[in-house]
């Protein structure tokens, strides 16, 4: 029957549609809460940052399938850069939280213009220091001497950017692309 295949594809769509919202409320949340929690201790406490993963996995599964298996290798690439001190080992998980709950795409899009404003950020407050470090990283990247790259002494919360990022992309998808997927 033609109306009951496609009566099952609208209800299908709904559930996506529902486990997507909900994916970015939970999103929004571990965001907010660990941008609070950043800004006040400069730490991100794992009761954060491990259930969404673990929920953000779980969703994926359900909503779309087909990603998981990207969303798993990029929150495995994402933990092994905790051996390098670019980011804070709680920043990463707090971006594999991202990753799981958002999709890939979307969390390279909200790393990118958190990292971005951080820089921005800093090079207003400190141009001097913030160049040096922006030339010695890239130079780093550049030869493979991961090691060399550090953060000069300053401590950068970077939940509040991811945050920012976060809403960005949110904004992006609600105004000009109507919701759908980024």
């Known amino acids: 029957d033609p109306f009951v295949s496609q009566h099952a594809v609208r209800k299908m769509g709904g559930m996506v549609n529902t486990l997507s919202g909900m994916a970015y409320a939970a999103a929004l949340a571990v965001l907010l809460l660990s941008s609070i929690w950043d800004i006040r201790f400069r730490r991100i406490p794992n009761l954060f ?5 673990l929920a953000g996995i779980v969703l994926t599964g359900f909503r779309q399938p087909a990603d998981l298996i990207m969303v798993l ?8 850069l905790g051996l390098f001190p670019i980011f804070g080992n709680g920043d990463l998980k707090l971006i594999m939280a991202v990753t ?3 999709g890939l795409y979307a969390a390279l899009v909200i790393t990118g213009i958190a990292a971005a404003g951080v820089v ?3 090079l207003v407050r400190h141009p001097a220091e913030t160049a040096r470090s922006v030339r010695d990283t890239f130079f780093a990247v550049i030869h493979c001497q991961f090691s060399k790259i550090g953060t000069d002494g300053k401590d950068v919360p970077f939940a509040p950017y991811l945050l920012f990022g976060f ?3 949110l904004i ?3 105004i000009l692309i109507g919701g759908g997927t980024l």
């Open 167 to 169: 809403l960005v992309v």
């Open 172 to 174: 992006i998808k609600i």
């Open 49 to 53: 940052t491990i259930p969404a993963v």
């Open 73 to 80: 290798l990029s929150c495995a690439m994402l933990f092994s």
């Open 120 to 122: 921005l950020f800093q």
């Open 100 to 102: 799981a709950l958002c």
